[in-house]
């Protein structure tokens, strides 16, 4: 390695892209090429940076396995920073054995970190959580440290555990610190700003107020019989029910719940459950059926009486009732919570993050851009959406997470 190879990667370790540029911007031999590539990445020019990582693969030699194994794990990091979620996996495993079959201890974990946070983004929590039980985070640079504890919270926040997510947050941002590099540390106060930022609305009779990620929690933990309209799950302290692929039981659920202690009349259940305007025999039918449903699916938890003029639901141990929706709930919230993050995604990624149709998400983006919430880049493969982030707003409860169905 020459002086300005040696100058262009420390620069790039602490976090100064232009430094690293000035060394190695004239130069297309491979590792001056895989260091472009790498600044470019930081600069934020992902497309090019994508290029330049290949290009440097491509010139290294046979006898290069480990430089052609950190091109593979840069190109790795460029794919998540740029949504691009089904970068292959395979080839990321690959590289790591490689990096630890050489002694590359660092950049070996720097891939496992990378597979961690892909699992962590497309909602595997617990997958993700097992890989990271599999690192110990002593002997690395402080750039990692603060990776692992950023990872950390990120599955404390998506199970709802905020005094473990603030604790890594606050591993994270000393650990950022030390590291001296400004756009990790930018990282980690980003994160941290969900803890601070309404989370939920609860709705509890006939009133709504906004929830912290923290009191939405406490909630849960409460004795209070809670309809989870951001997951779609019935529960108490001790028993969840999933309705997510029941949405006409869910609907029903939800009336019933924003409605507690009153009851709700058969007419606006049609309404909320089959959205008919009036409701005929055939609706009343159709609603005794599920009722009935309802009352099978919630019976460890809940019963639903009929009264005069409707139905009304009946906690068995519960003190309350309550409704905890999403802050905002546009059509397409789904989408835009992803969107939110500030980086740029391609409709098979956020299709394969909500579990929808590529089809289903690009109608989606085309109302969505319509009505200019939205904005696109590039054509066909190489087209991009992305958003401002949602001001005031935390999306932690909105991220796929995966549900217990007692």
Request: hydrophobic share 50%; aromatic share 4%.
């Amino acid at each position: 390695m020459d002086s300005l190879i040696a100058v262009a990667a420390r620069a790039l370790a602490a976090g100064d892209p232009l430094g690293a540029l000035n060394q190695v911007a004239l130069r297309d031999d491979a590792p001056a090429l895989a260091l472009r590539g790498i600044a470019m990445a930081q600069l934020g020019d992902l497309a090019r940076a994508k290029a330049l990582v290949r290009r440097a693969a491509r010139a290294f030699g046979p006898k290069d396995a480990v430089a052609r194994a950190r091109c593979v794990v840069a190109e790795a990091e460029i794919a998540l920073a740029s949504r691009d979620l089904g970068w292959p996996a395979k080839t990321l495993d690959a590289a790591r054995a490689t990096l630890e079959a050489h002694g590359d201890r660092v950049n070996a974990a720097h891939a496992r970190y990378l597979a961690v946070r892909r699992l962590l983004l497309i909602g595997q929590i617990d997958e993700a959580e097992r890989a990271l039980g599999r690192l110990d985070p002593t002997p690395f640079p402080a750039a990692l440290k603060a990776v692992h504890e950023l990872v950390v919270a990120g599955i404390a926040l998506r199970r709802l555990r905020t005094k473990m997510a603030r604790a890594a947050l606050a591993r994270a941002g000393h650990a950022a610190r030390e590291a001296g590099i400004p756009a990790l540390t930018a990282e980690v106060e980003s994160a941290s700003l969900i803890l601070t930022m309404p989370s939920a609305r609860l709705i509890a009779c006939g009133e709504e107020r906004l929830l912290l990620l923290e009191e939405v929690e406490a909630l849960l933990a409460s004795k209070a019989l809670v309809v989870d309209a951001c997951r779609h799950v019935v529960c108490d302290a001790g028993t969840a029910v999933s309705l997510a692929k029941r949405p006409v039981l869910f609907a029903l659920a939800r009336a019933l719940g924003e409605a507690w202690p009153e009851d709700v009349p058969r007419d606006t259940l049609v309404a909320r459950a089959f959205r008919g305007k009036h409701a005929d025999e055939s609706h009343r039918a159709r609603l005794r059926v599920e009722v009935g449903r309802l009352r099978t699916v919630l019976a460890t938890l809940a019963g639903v009486s009929a009264t005069k003029r409707g139905f009304a639901l009946v906690p068995h141990g519960a003190r309350e009732v309550v409704v905890l929706a999403r802050p905002a709930e546009d059509k397409h919230a789904a989408v835009l919570v992803f969107l939110a993050d500030g980086e740029s995604w391609t409709s098979s990624a956020l299709a394969l993050v909500l579990g929808a149709s590529q089809r289903t998400v690009q109608r989606a983006l085309d109302t969505l851009a319509a009505a200019g919430k939205v904005q696109s880049f590039g054509r066909g493969r190489a087209r991009r959406w992305m958003t401002p982030p949602v001001p005031g707003f935390a999306t932690a409860l909105l991220l796929p997470t995966p549900l217990t169905n007692d």
